[in-house]
């Protein structure tokens, strides 16, 4: 994969994430609207529990975007140093297929696991 298709790909990628963190705020403000309206003891309140629930999984959600979102702002400035594609512990390309795959990944498949 060239250098230009790689950035591509990555920057395309972080526009998608980008938008879903985008839409983790909305959701997690909108639950925080929500649970305003609701008993403020979630523990005897039926909708406190469902309400904790759903803030809790929108901010893991939320947070995993995040965390591939650093992973791609890395994988792009390793664009920028020429070291994009090449595997961190034994300095092998990666395969085409994994960066496809997984365009953030700095091992190989042998080196992954």
Do not use: F
């Not at 609207?33 to 999984?57: F, I, M, V, Y």
């Not at 390793?78 to 085409?96: K, M, N, S």
């Amino acid at each position: 994969m060239g250098t230009h298709e790689a950035e591509r790909r990555l920057r395309d990628r972080l526009a998608e994430v980008e938008a879903r963190i985008a839409a983790q705020r909305r959701t997690v403000e909108g639950i925080v609207e929500s649970s305003r309206d609701a008993n403020g003891d979630d523990e005897h309140d039926p909708e406190g529990a469902t309400l904790a629930w759903e803030r809790q999984q929108a901010a893991a959600l939320a947070d995993e975007a995040r965390a591939e979102r650093a992973q791609l702002l890395a994988a792009l400035d390793r664009v920028a140093a020429g070291t994009y594609g090449v595997c961190e512990v034994c300095g092998r390309p990666i395969p085409d297929g994994r960066l496809e795959a997984r365009p953030a990944a700095t091992r190989c498949v042998e080196h992954a696991r």
